[in-house]
Each structure stands twice: as structure tokens, then as C-alpha cells.
């Protein structure tokens, strides 16, 4: 199981950034993705998820209408679209897969939001 993440960078308040999670050693269609950010000096949090179909997709209240978690199985790629970036958005975004009680993370990107 391999999951890459791309896609992080800086921003202003309010700009908007799109990333990107690689996924490949696995059959991707299969499982439910998901996507967790670590802010410095703080636990890793769930930000969204998404089925494996793409049909149902959770939030955390706190990026609920900003972001958006999609993904597209034929390009084993699940993203994550950010709009409306707050200071408090700042953190490392990882990827996870859970699959057979076996939790996989990417290596995580980079997203700071400052003026």
C-alpha cells in the first residue's frame, strides 16, 4: 500500500488550495478514504471522509462547507478541495486507509495559511 499526498503549499486567509492523495498496492475501489490534518502541537483530527463509491461524505464541523472530499476510482485519487482557508487550517494533511484492521497513512503535505 502506497499513499502520496501533493497538492500543499502556502496561502492567504480566504485563497483556496486542492489536494491530492495517490493511492496505489491495493484495490482503491474497494475502501472508504479519508482525510486527517495534524495542526503543530496538536493530535491528528479527522477532516473528511468518503465512501468507496463516492456516494456518502462526512465532516468535520469545523471545515463543513468549505472543503470538499471527492475522489476518482479510475485515477485511484481521492482529493480534497479547500476554499475559504482559515489561519486555524494550517496543519499537515495526511490521507488514511483502513483496510483489514491495518491503518495506512501517506506522508502528509504541508498547508499554511497566513498573511
Known amino acids: 500500500v502506497r499513499l502520496v499526498e501533493s497538492g500543499g503549499g502556502s496561502v492567504q486567509p480566504g485563497g483556496s488550495l486542492r489536494l491530492s492523495c495517490a493511492a496505489s498496492?491495493?484495490?482503491?475501489?474497494?475502501?472508504?478514504m479519508s482525510w486527517y490534518r495534524q495542526a503543530p502541537g496538536k493530535g491528528r483530527e479527522l477532516v473528511a471522509t468518503i465512501t468507496n463509491d463516492g456516494g456518502t461524505t462526512n465532516y468535520a464541523d469545523s471545515v463543513k462547507g468549505r472543503f470538499t472530499i471527492s475522489r476518482d476510482n479510475a485515477k485511484n485519487t481521492v482529493y480534497l478541495q479547500m476554499n475559504s482557508l482559515k489561519a486555524e487550517d494550517t496543519a499537515v494533511y495526511f490521507c488514511r486507509l483502513v483496510r483489514a484492521l491495518v491503518i495506512y497513512w501517506g506522508q502528509g503535505t504541508q498547508v499554511t495559511v497566513s498573511s
Open positions: 498496492g491495493f484495490t482503491f475501489n474497494n475502501y472508504a
